[in-house]
């Protein structure tokens, strides 16, 4: 019996899955029966959680840790995830748009978006989840909402900064070739912007989703003025085996997430992997490239061209007409009359409203910081260090591998082919569900939670420097992989003289990102709790996880503005020059 590769098992897991229905010598006709029952499994799933959401609120379900009820948390789960990453595919594009191509809101827009991904989970938890109660009190669509919401929290910001970088690297020569074709916003993002930052994009995508397991457990069950809160899901259902000290549950539950990891993998993700490889830019095409069943049957459909034919290409057609016709009416009034009067009016009272919001909350900020104690306050600026020294030496240790296992995998799509998969696999079992096996271990060897913090910083950070390398790896040109064979580099030459600047954009998004999301793991790695046990260092994650748990609202507040602006004096004194640096010296053009 002849022995399968690796990349032959990969690829034959993946057919399949494919052609599990229909074998590849069927009619035409036969081949779009995958796609029906796909279309049909959605609607099905839209009105199951449709259905479940408009119930009456039940705040604290009752989670069964039988195997059998796996699927259907397996389904509320996936919904949450794909939802929060639509709507943060969305922001992404929008906020990376602006900073990019707006000077001054770009000052403050970056260093916003910074804090925003280091801000803990837990420091959003009690105002998205009130807000939405409130909104909805009567329904469950309440909780579901803020779920979503929080999950997006830990998904956006990543995307965001990968495609505002990718912009601004776009080469001058494609800008100078929108002008000469006076294309309007429009048609460049369509025709340029989004295609050039659709790598960066896919790759972020993963790791976003694989933050959204990461997060899945704080965002799926919580207590809030102690009252706990438990939705359908498994991350509620690998948090209740844990506290339970279920073992048999737990493995179940690791076993459906991995398969789901997998499943999403091989029927989402490598075939975005495919299909983005079209965008790379380059002169020479690629002698290797990503391949994918399930593209492949996509292109062979014979109902999706009609359908785009019928709908897709004409509601496109109308929408670049339409904005077109726009943009040149606007570049075609004086500057004094593009606003116009009534624009004016509309921001006054939006600008003062705005500030009375912003003066009120800054009130009620200062009356709540002004009654933590001192030796609270002490704490909390000692354990600011603390995690300081954690999160910088974690991004050390987790450069030390990624970097090169990246470029490996970037520049090698057999490599990709068979380590991507398990590469997605890893990084979306969420290290939560690892980490009581890790805080027994280091109990018992030493170490204790102090060290083991810093494991499962590692565990939820590295990934996005990982994934932010192979994109960049994936990114470089053809032509210029060959001219260093034509001229025959050396492997450090090679390194220095384009991997290194070929990749730098992608690898200060990667850095940037890591680290707020180091940020963010500390509430999770420096306080945690099983079998009835609070574990804890000092640091200042575990400041603000036992500020949410007890209710201690000035101190979580004094704790997340402590960490707020530790992340902004990095991001003014090391990520905006290394931004800066990206996007002028490393940029690729002629």
């Not at 104690?373 to 600011?384: H, K, P």
Request: proline share 5%; glycine share 8%.
């Amino acid at each position: 019996m002849r022995r399968l590769s690796r990349p032959h098992l990969s690829k034959t897991f993946s057919k399949t899955l494919v052609w599990g229905f229909v074998p590849p010598g069927a009619p035409s006709f036969l081949k779009d029966l995958p796609i029906f029952l796909a279309v049909f499994s959605l609607f099905y799933v839209f009105v199951a959680v449709a259905r479940y959401w408009f119930t009456p609120i039940s705040p604290q379900s009752e989670i069964d840790l039988r195997p059998a009820a796996l699927p259907g948390y397996a389904m509320f789960s996936v919904t949450r995830i794909a939802i929060s990453y639509f709507i943060a595919l969305v922001f992404s594009i929008a906020y990376g748009y602006v900073a990019a191509y707006n000077g001054k809101a770009e000052r403050f827009m970056i260093p916003l978006l910074d804090t925003l991904q280091s801000i803990p989970v837990l420091s959003f938890l009690p105002g998205v989840m009130l807000a939405m109660v409130a909104l909805f009190p009567r329904r469950q669509f309440g909780i579901e909402l803020g779920s979503i919401l929080l999950i997006f929290s830990g998904q956006a910001w990543n995307m965001a900064f990968s495609f505002y970088s990718s912009l601004k690297s776009i080469p001058s020569e494609m800008h100078e070739v929108a002008q000469v074709y006076r294309w309007g916003r429009w048609q460049k993002l369509v025709e340029m912007e989004l295609p050039f930052a659709a790598i960066g994009l896919v790759w972020n995508s993963m790791i976003s989703v694989a933050s959204a397991w990461f997060y899945l457990i704080a965002c799926e069950m919580f207590v809030l003025r102690n009252q706990d809160f438990r939705i359908p899901g498994l991350g509620s259902y690998l948090q209740t085996a844990a506290n339970t000290a279920d073992t048999r549950a737990m493995i179940w539950g690791l076993v459906v997430m991995i398969g789901v990891i997998v499943a999403m993998d091989q029927l989402i993700w490598r075939p975005v992997i495919a299909w983005a490889e079209k965008f790379k830019f380059e002169q020479i095409a690629g002698s290797q490239i990503p391949h994918s069943s399930v593209l492949d049957l996509l292109r062979s459909s014979r109902v999706l061209p009609l359908v785009g034919r019928l709908f897709i290409s004409p509601a496109r057609e109308r929408l670049s007409l339409l904005f077109a016709r726009e943009w040149r009416e606007w570049k075609d009034r004086p500057v004094d009359h593009r606003r116009g009067n009534a624009g004016q009016w509309v921001s006054y009272p939006i600008a003062v409203a705005v500030s009375m919001a912003v003066a009120y909350a800054a009130v009620r900020m200062s009356s709540l910081a002004a009654s933590v104690t001192g030796s609270e306050l002490r704490s909390i600026f000692v354990g600011g260090g603390a995690t300081f020294l954690r999160v910088e030496f974690t991004l050390l240790l987790a450069a030390l591998w990624t970097v090169p296992a990246g470029v490996a995998i970037g520049l090698n799509p057999k490599l990709s082919a068979t380590l991507q998969p398990i590469v997605q696999v890893v990084a979306s079992v969420p290290a939560t569900a690892l980490f009581p096996i890790v805080v027994l271990l280091l109990t018992r060897v030493g170490g204790g939670l102090a060290i083991g913090s810093m494991v499962l910083m590692l565990l939820g950070t590295q990934w996005y420097i990982l994934f932010n390398v192979i994109a960049g790896a994936s990114a470089l040109p053809t032509d210029l992989k060959e001219v260093c064979g034509v001229f025959q580099f050396g492997w450090w030459e090679r390194w220095r003289k384009l991997i290194l600047p070929g990749i730098f954009p992608y690898l200060i998004t990667g850095f940037v990102t890591a680290s707020g999301g180091a940020w963010n793991a500390s509430i999770l790695a420096e306080y945690f709790r099983l079998n009835g046990r609070t574990f804890s260092t000092t640091g200042l994650g575990a400041v603000v996880s036992g500020a949410a748990d007890t209710g201690n609202y000035p101190v979580l507040l004094v704790a997340t503005m402590l960490m707020a602006l530790i992340v902004l004096a990095i991001n003014r004194l090391v990520w905006r020059p290394l931004f800066t640096l990206a996007s002028t010296r490393f940029k690729l053009e002629s």
